[in-house]
């Protein structure tokens, strides 16, 4: 008896979930940030002393020149007249040693006092000299410090932070006043260091104010701060901005990101490589029907979650991002559903 033999039916279609490649998912990327001054300045006495007056606070507007604080300078001329009479006293200490040297050299021709005696003459010469040489620095840096009493502001600014109050004893350089300057203004922004592998050399970035009043501002990477932050490992951008609209205060919320003319980034999911560590590829779906095809590419630095593509694709590209290591060339896969 003769049967028929059995038709295989095709297999159905395989389900993928795919992605089409495109260059706006760096672009896309937008960075919190502030508004900050080009320029600041701690501003500290270069002298120990007690503070007497802080007349400013946090948010005012100073000019360059305005008294910010004082040192209590009653203190102050105390220790340059103790420093004074210290002077004083070893001057006349030097005086009677360098009598009783003369005297005791007068000794010894007569036979009278020993070399000894006349050893120690000249030695007690010697240590009082030495003294009225420390005197006199001491009193030299007393009367400086008198001197440097009063901090002014080096610039027009405004107040950022007052570290002391009045009645606090300050060291030389300990910070009490911190100024910004009234003219530039600069965007700081935390990215994360995987980032900057793809910033291109003069980076654009746009950045936008938290409200429609504030309008789009242009800026460029001006410094790119070389440690990075040890809880978060992001780095920090300073954006230059150019001329700045009153609008964006110190302190504003904005937030950056990277121009429309930035060069086109390619970028896939880490789950869409296939292949080897040396030969690595992704699985391109295209023709009708719809079928997969292993594409060999070249990887760039990792982007959190994603990975730089160098070559191998192009934009518009549809890649299969989930299950890419049971596939099998030629493969047919299910309609794409937006």
Do not use: C
């Not at 395989?14 to 919190?32: D, G, H, K, M």
């Not at 990215?191 to 910033?199: D, I, K, Q, R």
């Not at 440690?227 to 205060?249: E, F, H, M, N, W």
């Not at 990887?299 to 596939?327: F, M, Y």
Request: glycine letters at 8%; proline letters at 6%.
């Amino acid at each position: 008896l003769l049967f028929p033999l059995a038709v295989q039916a095709d297999p159905a279609p395989r389900p993928v979930l795919s992605e089409i490649v495109t260059a706006a998912q760096a672009r896309q990327r937008a960075f919190p940030g502030v508004i900050a001054a080009e320029v600041t300045a701690d501003l500290a006495f270069q002298t120990l002393g007690r503070i007497a007056t802080l007349d400013v606070n946090i948010g005012d507007v100073v000019a360059k020149g305005d008294v910010l604080a004082t040192l209590d300078q009653v203190t102050l001329i105390e220790d340059v007249e103790a420093a004074q009479a210290a002077l004083n006293g070893a001057k006349a200490q030097a005086e009677l040693s360098e009598q009783t040297l003369a005297r005791t050299q007068q000794l010894v021709q007569r036979n009278v006092a020993t070399l000894a005696q006349l050893e120690a003459a000249q030695g007690s010469r010697d240590s009082a000299a030495a003294a009225v040489i420390s005197a006199e620095a001491a009193l030299s840096r007393a009367s400086d410090a008198a001197r440097f009493s009063t901090l002014a502001a080096p610039m027009d600014g405004i107040v950022l932070a007052t570290n002391a109050k009045p009645g606090t004893v300050v060291s030389a350089g300990m910070v009490v006043v911190t100024l910004a300057g009234q003219t530039g203004r600069e965007a700081v922004i935390d990215v994360p260091s995987e980032f900057l592998a793809l910033l291109p050399e003069g980076a654009k970035f746009t950045v936008r104010g938290r409200t429609p009043a504030m309008p789009p501002l242009e800026g460029s990477v001006r410094l790119v701060e070389p440690v990075a932050d040890a809880g978060t490992r992001s780095r920090r951008l300073r954006l230059r901005l150019g001329d700045v609209p009153a609008i964006y205060r110190l302190g504003s919320l904005v937030t950056a990101t990277l121009s429309a003319e930035a060069p086109e980034i390619l970028s896939l999911p880490r789950s869409a490589i296939a292949g080897t560590p040396d030969a690595p590829t992704v699985w391109k779906v295209s023709g009708e029907p719809r079928q997969v095809h292993a594409i060999p590419v070249t990887l760039g630095p990792a982007l959190e979650v994603r990975v730089v593509i160098k070559s191998g694709l192009a934009e518009g590209d549809e890649i299969v991002v989930r299950g890419v290591h049971s596939l099998t060339e030629g493969e047919t896969v299910g309609e794409r559903i937006e």
